[in-house]
């Protein structure tokens, strides 16, 4: 009863931007942190930035000042805007959302979106 789904990842040159979205759906009373994570082919899920419900963030220290997430509550939905892009982060990148429905209050994963960084 409750998705996360992300779109937005492409294909981009080396110093281009992208702006990746999570829309959360279903019976949801409420959102609480918000984050995202990132897999690179051959290595381990990284956590990448997260959104507090008082809209605090943290990021990885090799994306500070890259990237910028945010939140709109009333729409369920984050966001991850991405400057500066590098080779270096290419991945899978997922969606992870703290949500409290009818099914109480749990993690819940997007299906991942994939963003490419390429001359």
């Known amino acids: 009863q409750v998705q996360l789904v992300e779109s937005g990842g492409a294909l981009v040159q080396p110093g281009g931007s992208l702006r990746l979205s999570c829309a959360a759906s279903?019976?949801?009373?409420?959102?609480?942190?918000m984050a995202w994570y990132r897999q690179a082919p051959g290595k381990q899920r990284e956590w990448v930035a997260t959104i507090s419900t008082s809209a605090t963030t943290n990021y990885l220290d090799s994306v500070k000042g890259r990237f910028t997430i945010s939140r709109d509550n009333a729409k369920n939905t984050m966001y991850l805007q991405m400057d500066s892009l590098k080779p270096e982060d290419t991945a899978v990148y997922y969606c992870?959302?703290?949500?409290?429905?009818?099914?109480?209050?749990?993690?819940?994963w997007g299906q991942g979106t994939q963003v490419t960084v390429s001359s």
């Open positions: 279903g019976s949801i009373f409420r959102l609480y942190a």
């Open positions: 992870n959302v703290n949500i409290s429905s009818f099914l109480g209050r749990r993690e819940y």
